[in-house]
C-alpha cells in the first residue's frame, strides 16, 4: 500500500467540491458529478421529481441538444449513466484516460439543463413506463410498500420514482424551482478517478464549472423519520409468491458500529449465512437474505424473503428465531473472520478501476466529507468483533416486533 | 500480459493469463455440463447438480466446504447455462493454489448427499413458481422454447413433470457424464505462474474419471432449428413484454465482429437506433435493447421492449421498422460510434481482472484459443458501412419469431 495518499480535495470558489484519486496504474479514467439530492428531498406534491429531474439532465442544455448529448457520450464510447436514490442523485461516465477531459465537460454542461418543455412532456412517458415496469416486479412493489407504510408521512415514504399522479401533475415550473435550488454548486461534488494529473483535473472543473453561481438556500430540511412498529399487508392477486419483509431501526453511515450493523446483516442473511443455511437449505423459501439501509443520519436492517404463499409462517418464524438465537449467542469467530477476509478481496478489486472508485469516492465525501484510503475501510471492518456485534444488538435489538410487511397473492398476516 | 495456453495431461483446456502488478487473481471453470446436455427425461438436472455441488465432498459437510473458501477470502459463484457450467473465484494472488484445490475437490469428490438433493428439487420447484412473477424472464423463456428447437430452447429450471421424477440418482448420473477432464476450459488471470497454476490444476482434478470418446462430438456444438412463428401469452401484468429473434452469425463466422457492430449501432449507447426512436422520440418505454445470443454453434439477434399495452402496437410497429431499415440509412458517424463503443469498452475493461478471465474463457469456449484484444479490437476497427449492409442482406429479418407477454396481443404479428 502507498504512503503518500493517492487523494487531492479542493473547493472552487462557488462551493463545489472536486474529489480526485489518482490511480497511476491503469488505462482508463472515470467521472460524476453527485448531487446530494434524492428522493427525501422532493416536496411531496413533487414526489418522484428528484429521478425525473436526473432523466431531464440528459434532455438538453444551452450548448447542446439532447440528440448531441447522447451522440457525445457515443462517440467517446464511454460507459454512462445515472442514478437516483433517496438521498442522492448520480451521474457518471468512463472513458479511455484521454477522454476525461471531454467526459467532464460534457456532464457539466448537462448540469446546467435547460429542461426543455417538448422534452419534458416526452419524457413524463418514460418515468410512467418506468413506474408501470416497478410495478410488475415484486421485490421492487415490496420494498416500496415497506417505506410507503413505515415511513408514512414522512418523505421518505414515497417511491424514488414518484406516484403516477404526481408525476402526470409535474409541471416544468415546479421541477425547475426545484433543480435550480438542489443543483447549486455547493450541493454537488465533482468525483475524478483515474491515471490522472490533478492540476489537469482541477482546471478542467474551473473552466467548465466555475462560473456557475452559489445558491445560499438549498432549501434542505432533511430529519430522521421517527422509526415505528407495526404490520401491514398489501394483498396483489397477479403474483405467485408473497414477499415477508421484517424491518428494525439501525444506525447511520457514520456511526462507530456501522461497520458492526453491515456485518450483522452478511452473518444473518449474506453468503454462506445462517439464513442461507437455515432458511433457504430447508426448504423454506428459495431467496431470503438481510441488508442494511443505512442514510448519513439514520438506517434501518431488514430481513426478508419471498415464498410460497403457504409458507409465510414459516418464514417469519425462522426469520425472527435466528435474529434472536444471534442476538442469545453472538456470533462464531468464523463468521467474523469470513467478513473481514471477503472485505479484504472486495478492496483489491475496487482498486483495480476508476469506475469501481467512484462510487465508493461518492459515498464516502458525501456522508463523511472526505475519501477514505483502504487502509482505514479495512481497519474499521477488521475492528467488528463479538463485543461489538453484541454491543450493536443491545442499542439496536432485532428481537423485538419490528415493521412487519407482506405483499403477494395471501392476505397474512390477517 | 502474457497468454499461456496448454492442455493438460488428463485433457483439461487452460488459459493463463499473466499480468503483472495485479491486486487479485480470478479463476474461471466451464464445464460442458449445460442444460442442453441433460437427458430429456430429467430437465433441470443440470441446476441441481450446480446447486449440489457445493453441498458437500468426499472431505467435507457443505458448510465446511463453504466455510474453507471463507477462510482465504475467496468469492465463489457458479451459474447454469446452456452449454456450460460455469464457476468464479476471485481471490488474492496468495490463495489461488487452495482456491484451486477447493474446486478441484468441490467438482470432482462431491457427495450429493440426500436431503441437500431433495431440498435442491423443492427449491427449483419454487423458483419455477418465482419465474410466473418475473416478466422479463419468463419472456426469455418463452422465446427460446420458441424460436430455438431442441435441445437448445430448454430453460435452465427444467419444467414441474420432469424436476418432480428427478433425485440424486439423476444429479449423481449427470455430474458423472459430463464432468470429465475433457469437457473443462479454464482460464487464470493474475499475477500468476502459468505452469504452476497447470500442476495445481491437474493435482486438483486427478480424481476425475477419464472423458469418454463421445466427449468431443458433444463439445462441438448444438444447433439452432429456428422456427417463426408469432405467439402470444396472456398474463396479467402492468406491461407487455415484447420479444423477437432471427438468425445471426456463429461467433466463429468471418462476420460475427460485423454483426457485434451492427448491435451496436442498434442499441449500443443513448443514441443507438432503438433507444433513439423507440424512446427519446416517441416517449414509448423504459427497456429497450437488441442483444445477440451466442450458442458454441450459431446465432441469434434478440430485440426486446416492455411497454403499457395501449403503446403495444406502435412499439412493435417502431421495432420492425428499425431492425428493417438499418441497411438502408445507415451513417458512417453511426458507424463510428458504434466502433468506438465497443473498442472503449474492452479498453476500460482491461483494468479488471476478472473481466479479462472472462473473456478468455469465452474465447475458449468459441475458439479454443484465446484471441488476444487488439486482435479483435482490429477487426471491430475494420468494418464498413458495405459490411453492415452484406451482413444485413445475408441475414434477412423476414422470418421473425416474436413472443409477447401481457394482457393484450399485437393487432399484427409479423411472422413467417
Redesign the interface.
Known amino acids: 500500500m502507498s504512503v503518500t495518499s493517492p487523494f487531492v480535495v479542493e473547493q472552487l470558489s462557488n462551493g463545489l467540491t472536486v474529489v480526485i484519486e489518482v490511480m497511476p ?4 479514467a472515470a467521472c460524476g458529478f453527485l448531487a446530494r439530492t434524492g428522493a427525501r428531498d422532493d416536496p411531496p406534491e413533487l414526489a418522484g421529481v428528484s429521478h425525473f429531474l436526473e432523466h431531464m439532465m ?1 434532455k438538453g442544455t444551452a450548448l447542446r441538444t ?2 448531441q ?3 457525445e ?8 449513466n445515472a442514478y437516483t436514490s433517496k438521498d442522492r442523485t448520480f451521474y457518471y461516465g ?3 484516460t484521454g ?1 476525461l477531459q471531454r467526459q467532464l465537460e460534457l456532464l457539466a454542461d448537462m448540469m446546467r439543463s435547460t429542461l426543455p418543455q417538448d422534452q419534458f412532456d ?9 413506474i ?2 416497478s ?4 421485490g421492487s412493489v415490496a420494498y416500496d410498500y415497506l417505506h410507503e407504510q413505515l415511513y408514512a408521512g414522512t418523505p421518505l415514504a414515497w417511491p424514488v420514482l414518484g406516484w403516477e399522479r404526481t408525476i402526470k401533475d409535474m409541471t416544468r415550473e415546479g421541477m425547475w424551482e426545484y433543480f435550480t435550488r438542489r443543483y447549486a454548486p455547493n450541493n454537488l461534488i465533482l468525483v475524478v478517478a483515474g491515471n490522472v494529473e490533478p492540476t489537469d483535473v482541477l482546471r478542467m472543473a474551473q473552466r467548465a464549472c466555475g462560473d456557475w453561481p452559489h445558491v445560499d438556500s438549498l432549501g434542505t430540511d432533511r430529519r430522521s423519520p421517527p422509526f415505528r412498529t407495526g404490520v401491514a399487508t398489501q394483498q396483489v ?5 408473497q414477499a415477508v419483509l421484517l424491518a428494525f431501526p439501525s444506525v447511520g453511515a457514520t456511526d462507530s458500529l456501522y461497520e458492526t450493523a453491515e456485518a450483522t446483516a452478511a452473518i444473518l442473511g449474506g ?2 449465512s445462517r439464513f442461507y ?1 437455515n432458511i ?4 423454506i ?3 431470503a437474505g438481510a441488508f442494511h439501509e443505512e442514510y448519513q443520519d439514520f438506517g434501518m436492517i431488514v430481513l426478508f424473503g ?3 404463499p403457504e409458507n409465510c409462517e414459516k418464514l417469519l418464524d425462522a426469520m425472527r428465531e435466528e435474529a434472536a438465537r444471534l442476538a442469545a449467542d453472538g456470533p462464531q469467530e ?1 463468521e467474523l ?2 467478513v ?6 472486495s478492496l ?2 475496487e ?6 472508485r467512484l462510487g465508493q469516492l461518492a459515498d464516502d465525501m458525501d456522508y463523511r466529507g472526505r475519501p477514505r484510503p483502504a487502509e482505514d475501510r479495512l481497519a474499521a471492518v477488521d475492528a467488528v468483533s463479538a463485543e461489538s456485534v453484541a454491543e450493536y444488538l443491545r442499542r439496536w435489538p432485532i428481537t423485538g416486533p419490528g415493521y412487519l410487511v407482506s405483499v403477494g397473492p395471501r392476505v397474512w398476516p390477517a | 500480459m502474457r497468454i499461456d495456453q496448454r492442455r493438460l495431461a488428463n485433457g483439461i483446456d487452460l488459459a493463463v493469463l499473466q499480468i503483472p502488478g495485479r491486486p487479485v487473481a480470478n479463476l474461471e471453470i466451464r464445464v460442458f455440463a449445460g442444460y442442453a446436455y441433460e437427458d430429456e427425461r430429467y430437465l433441470g438436472v443440470a441446476h441441481l447438480v450446480e446447486e449440489t455441488l457445493s453441498k458437500g465432498t468426499a472431505r467435507r459437510d457443505g458448510r465446511a466446504l463453504n466455510d474453507a473458501f471463507d477462510e482465504i477470502g475467496a468469492t465463489h459463484a457458479s451459474f447454469t447455462g446452456r452449454e456450460t457450467l460455469g464457476f468464479s473465484s476471485l481471490c488474492l494472488p496468495e490463495f489461488l493454489p487452495q482456491t484451486i484445490a477447493l474446486h478441484g475437490e468441490m467438482l470432482s469428490t462431491p457427495s450429493f448427499p440426500d436431503d441437500a438433493c431433495e431440498v435442491a428439487v423443492e427449491l427449483a420447484l419454487q423458483s419455477l413458481s418465482a419465474l410466473q412473477d418475473d416478466p422479463s424472464e419468463l419472456t426469455k423463456k418463452l422465446i427460446y422454447a420458441q424460436a430455438y428447437g431442441q435441445p437448445l430452447g430448454r430453460h435452465p429450471l427444467g419444467e414441474r413433470e420432469t424436476l418432480e421424477r428427478t433425485g440424486r440418482e439423476q444429479i449423481v448420473a449427470h455430474w458423472r457424464r459430463c464432468f470429465t477432464p475433457r469437457r473443462m476450459q479454464v482460464a487464470v488471470a493474475g499475477a500468476v505462474d502459468p505452469t504452476a497454476v497447470a500442476d495445481q490444476l491437474e493435482a486438483a482434478f486427478s480424481s476425475l474419471e477419464a472423458s469418454a470418446d463421445s466427449d468431443e462430438d458433444e463439445m462441438c456444438g448444438l444447433n439452432i432449428q429456428f422456427v417463426p412463428k408469432y405467439s402470444h401469452h396472456e398474463k396479467e401484468l402492468e406491461q407487455e413484454q415484447v420479444a423477437l429473434c432471427f438468425p445471426g452469425s456463429s461467433a466463429d463466422d468471418p462476420d460475427y465482429y460485423v454483426q457485434k457492430v451492427a448491435i451496436g449501432i442498434l442499441s449500443g449507447g443513448m443514441s443507438g437506433r432503438l433507444f433513439t426512436e423507440v424512446r427519446e422520440k416517441q416517449g414509448l418505454v423504459y427497456w429497450v435493447g437488441a442483444w445477440t445470443d451466442q450458442p458454441r454453434v450459431g446465432g441469434m439477434v434478440h430485440v426486446g421492449a416492455s411497454t403499457t399495452p395501449e403503446n403495444l402496437d406502435r412499439t412493435y410497429e417502431t421495432l420492425i421498422r428499425e431492425v428493417g431499415r438499418l441497411a438502408d440509412d445507415l451513417t458512417q458517424s453511426e458507424l463510428d460510434r458504434a466502433i468506438a463503443g465497443l473498442v472503449t469498452r474492452a479498453r476500460t475493461r482491461g483494468d479488471v481482472t476478472r473481466a479479462r478471465a472472462a473473456e478468455a474463457v469465452e474465447d475458449l469456449f468459441y475458439y479454443g484459443r484465446v484471441i488476444p484484444t487488439d486482435e479483435k479490437l482490429a477487426r471491430i476497427s475494420a468494418v464498413t458501412i458495405r459490411d453492415i449492409r452484406d451482413y444485413l442482406a445475408a441475414h434477412p429479418r423476414d422470418r421473425l419469431s416474436v413472443v409477447t407477454l401481457g394482457p393484450q396481443k399485437l393487432a399484427n404479428g409479423r411472422m413467417a
Open positions: 496504474h491503469v488505462q482508463s440528459f439532447w440528440e448529448v447522447n451522440v457520450f457515443d462517440e467517446m464510447g464511454s460507459y454512462y468512463w472513458v479511455q477522454d416526452m419524457e413524463k412517458n418514460v418515468v410512467l413506463e418506468e408501470a415496469m410495478r410488475d416486479d415484486l392477486d397477479r403474483f405467485r409468491q453468503e454462506n443455511w433457504v437449505q430447508k426448504g423459501s428459495p431467496r419471498l415464498c410460497e468464523k473472520r469470513r473481514k477476509n471477503l472485505r479484504r478481496t483489491a478489486n482498486s483495480e478501476a476508476p469506475f469501481y
